[in-house]
């Protein structure tokens, strides 16, 4: 099945490019995308690695990003590897299906998924200096009596 996976994505017009063992990596609208092989042919997994690192130990964010996405998108899911957030789709292939049909659809997913993790991640910033300023008129105000 890999093989014809493959195949699809060359056809899709996708250029591909080996990553060690992991798969093969491939651009979608600027994003980059990992087919990874596994034992498990039966199952396609794409994702975007790494769209997410963990900065200057600000575990809350990364947890809150994370816990948005797997709480709020279907299909797509987020997985902390290392230091850093992936996304992930994840399809297990029954029989003869339309691979290109089927892959289209998945990087859509990731890509939609990518866009609602930027926006978040907007948000939680904004959140968090809302939550700054607050912190910081309040500070004030005591000192002033």
């Not at 990553?19 to 596994?38: C, I, N, P, R």
Request: charge should be negative.
């Amino acid at each position: 099945m890999k093989e014809k996976i493959l195949e699809t994505l060359v056809d899709m017009g996708f250029k591909l490019e080996k990553v060690g063992e992991y798969g093969y990596s491939f651009k979608y609208e600027g994003a980059k995308f990992l087919y990874l092989t596994d034992a498990d042919e039966d199952f396609l997994c794409i994702s975007i690695p790494g769209f997410y690192e963990l900065e200057d130990g600000d575990v809350a964010k990364f947890c809150c990003l994370s816990e948005k996405i797997n709480s709020t998108l279907k299909y797509v899911k987020a997985y902390s590897i290392a230091d850093s957030l992936w996304m992930m789709y994840e399809r297990e292939l029954i029989g003869d299906e339309d691979l290109e049909k089927i892959i289209l659809r998945m990087i859509v997913h990731l890509s939609r998924g990518l866009d609602f993790a930027r926006k978040t991640i907007a948000e939680i910033e904004t959140l968090q200096s809302d939550s700054s300023d607050n912190d910081n008129t309040e500070s004030n105000e005591d000192s002033d009596e």
